[in-house]
């Protein structure tokens, strides 16, 4: 499991994160849902250590960060073009060379998964191609949890089609993965929880097949009832 | 395999009244291997978890069975098959039923209906 606990951030004088506590399971598919700027993406920084906090702490199944866990952790930024120059074929072996927990076999099958070609140069590709290699940069690590900021943004609605059918499949196994997005709709079917982000603070933790069984709410209209839309 | 979700039931049960249509018609017959979890959530592309918590609904109901190490199999208890056909049938007639139960017309005239749409759906396959 990963916890974040009363995690505060502040940049400057403007606090970014005001209390966010929540927790991300293996083997689920959370979903952090909010409008640009509530501080999706300093969260998941947060995690990472790639920005320190002024308070509160972040578990990884009950241990606390560490350089370490970069062997547990993928991240994958959004519209990071990773390895730009090189072809999908270098930059897979690139990554195997620099990482300890890159998986080759699952790398190939998430290349036939996109139907992407390894001759092709990556700062060539299409903006969905690209997204794709990002995330198959990430898949392919054997980690434990797996953080995607916004994987859908900007990318048209096939390649959209396409990369969300990676949630279903062998390809994530049981792995716990968190994502980032302001647009749930798409995807409402295939995460299982759902931690809604105001300003810096959690609006509203649940799992999306609870709220539908017992409110007979869709995911969509929790979020209309909770930002008052 | 095509199913249409909604988004306010619960998938789970979405994916339980699609397998039984899919006993009920045949296309998934007594005995038969059900997909993999992991295949019949890529195909109707939802969760895994989902379809997870859909089978063991289904073993709860012994619709399906699975023996250790196996697929998951259709059951082939003909008492069993023979119930959730007629629970099937059942539905359909409440809602029709409810359906036409403001408009003014005979029993008769609906028996008659029915009769040759069933002819008509039997002839057209």
């Known amino acids: 499991m990963l916890e974040v606990k009363d995690v505060h951030k502040k940049f400057g004088r403007k606090k970014v994160l005001n209390g966010v506590s929540f927790t991300a399971q293996k083997g689920d598919i959370t979903c952090l849902l909010g409008i640009n700027g509530v501080g999706k993406t300093t969260i998941l920084n947060a995690i990472m250590n790639l920005t320190p906090i ?4 972040i578990l990884i199944d009950e241990q606390p960060q560490s350089p370490d ?7 994958i930024p959004d519209a990071a073009i990773m390895l730009p120059h090189m072809t999908i074929k270098e930059a897979m072996a690139f990554m195997q060379d620099y990482y300890d927990v890159w998986n080759e076999k699952r790398a190939k099958d998430l290349i036939r998964f996109f139907r992407l070609k390894t001759s092709d140069k990556i700062q060539d590709l299409s903006k969905g191609n690209q997204a794709k290699v990002s995330l198959l940069v990430g898949l392919a690590l054997d980690v434990d949890y797996i953080l ?11 390649t959209r089609e396409q990369i969300s059918e990676v949630f279903s499949s062998h390809l994530i196994a049981d792995r716990g993965v968190i994502i980032t997005t302001h647009e749930i709709s798409d995807i409402e079917h295939l995460i299982d929880k759902v931690v809604l982000l105001g300003d810096g603070v959690i609006l509203k933790e649940f799992y999306a097949e609870e709220m539908r069984e ?7 209209d929790v979020m209309r009832e909770v930002y008052n839309a | 395999m095509n199913l249409i979700l909604n988004k306010r039931d619960p998938i789970y049960l979405q994916v339980i009244q699609f397998l039984k249509q899919e006993i009920i018609s045949d296309q998934l017959h007594p005995g038969q291997e059900m997909p993999s979890r992991r295949q019949l959530a890529q195909d109707l592309k939802i969760n895994p978890n989902t379809v997870q918590r859909a089978y063991s609904e289904m073993e709860a109901e012994k619709l399906i069975y699975t023996e250790p190490n196996r697929p998951s199999k259709v059951t082939e208890d003909p008492i069993l098959l023979k119930q959730l056909k007629s629970e099937w049938v059942n539905q359909a007639v409440k809602d029709f039923v409810n359906a036409i139960r403001t ?10 209906m029915i009769q040759s749409e069933m002819n008509h759906t039997q002839l057209g396959g």
């Open chain 1, 69 to 75: 866990m970069y062997n547990r952790i993928a991240f």
């Open chain 2, 103 to 112: 408009v003014d017309i005979s029993i008769e005239e609906v028996t008659t």
């Open chain 1, 214 to 220: 017992q409110e007979g709410l869709s995911v969509v």
């Open chain 1, 54 to 57: 002024q308070k509160g702490s």
């Open chain 1, 148 to 158: 995607m900021d916004e994987p859908f943004s900007g990318i048209d609605i096939f």
